[in-house]
């Protein structure tokens, strides 16, 4: 597991397919609006039955998970003003959590992949679409 941080602020969370441990690991804190964790148990396991009890919940921004299921992306990390920070390249069965500041991809081998994110998104609202200032 990858914390992605700059000035002390956490961008990202990234889980590499290389990531094996027992039981229940969390990465995030409960503070965020997406939850990762990693489950790994033996045959037999039993995850009881339950039911998630509705809960009201203020999210302020939009955070996303992606799981590359094939193929290479680099990941561009840039900051609330739009400066580029900085790189990381995904592979298949890489995980990583978007959680702050801005980002931009480049797919570097074909790729398949998931989103997942809070909805419902609102592409008018919920975007802003800036040029790549990397250098």
Same mark, same amino acid.
């Given at each position: ?13 990234? $889980?590499?397919? &290389? ?7 969390? @990465?995030?804190?409960?503070? %965020? &609006? /997406? /939850? $990762?964790?990693?489950?790994? #148990?033996?045959?037999? =396991?039993?995850?009881?039955? =339950? $039911? =998630? ?12 998970? %992606?799981?590359i299921k094939k193929g290479i992306l680099k990941v561009n990390?840039?900051?609330? &003003?739009?400066?580029? $920070? ?13 959680? &702050?500041?801005? =980002?931009? @991809? ?11 994110? /809070?909805?419902?998104?609102? #592409? ?5 679409? @800036?040029?790549?200032? /990397?250098?």
């Open positions: 597991m990858e914390k992605i941080i700059y000035n002390e602020k956490l961008y990202a969370i990234i $889980l590499r397919h &290389s990531f094996k441990k027992k039981g229940v690991t969390f @990465f995030t804190e409960n503070h %965020l &609006s /997406q /939850q $990762l964790a990693f489950m790994n #148990h033996p045959k037999g =396991h039993i995850i009881e039955p =339950h $039911l =998630h009890i509705p809960n009201k919940r203020i999210i302020y921004s939009t955070q996303e998970v %992606l799981c990390f840039y900051d609330e &003003s739009k400066s580029y $920070l900085g790189k990381e390249i995904l592979c298949k069965g890489d995980t990583i959590l978007l959680i &702050s500041g801005g =980002h931009g @991809f480049e797919v570097i081998e074909e790729i398949e992949m998931l989103e997942i994110k /809070q909805g419902p998104f609102n #592409h008018k609202n919920d975007k802003i679409r @800036f040029n790549d200032t /990397q250098p």
